[in-house]
């Protein structure tokens, strides 16, 4: 599986963090959260793909959404982003994000790049 981020403005994607565009933040989507707290393959890969956003410079922020409901997405999404060095101010989290578009569907004051995966 491939992360890559994508940028709505330009439409470009790129799999290598260190040649994304800056931008204000990274909007981490929500995906299944296993029994017990785990990640699945696909929100892991996510996961991972907002935190080399973050170290490699290109967003100061990560905008964690998801579903809180389910099984808590956003709290196990920012519980490893922490686990892998992301500090908490870094980290806005949303857990109304009950669906893919409604993340996206809100008047927008900055640029943001999706760590997703195709």
């Known amino acids: ?5 994508v940028l709505a403005s330009s ?6 963090a260190q040649l994304a565009p800056r931008a204000d933040a990274a909007l981490l989507l ?6 017990g707290g785990r990640p699945s393959a696909m929100l892991a890969d996510r996961i991972h ?3 080399a956003l973050w170290r490699a410079g290109r967003v100061e922020r ?17 519980r490893e982003l922490r686990r892998l060095g992301v500090p908490e ?7 109304f994000g009950l669906d893919t578009w409604t993340p996206f569907c809100e008047p ?6 999706a760590a997703s995966s195709p």
């Open 108 to 113: 927008a004051t900055c640029t943001a790049c």
């Open 11 to 16: 439409r470009s994607t790129t799999a290598n």
């Open 62 to 78: 990560i905008l964690v959404t998801g579903d809180e409901s389910r099984r808590g997405q956003v709290s196990v999404m920012a």
């Open 49 to 51: 793909a907002a935190e």
């Open 30 to 35: 929500g995906a299944e959260v296993r029994p």
């Open 89 to 95: 101010h870094a980290l806005e989290q949303d857990a």
């Open 1 to 5: 599986m491939c992360n890559v981020v």
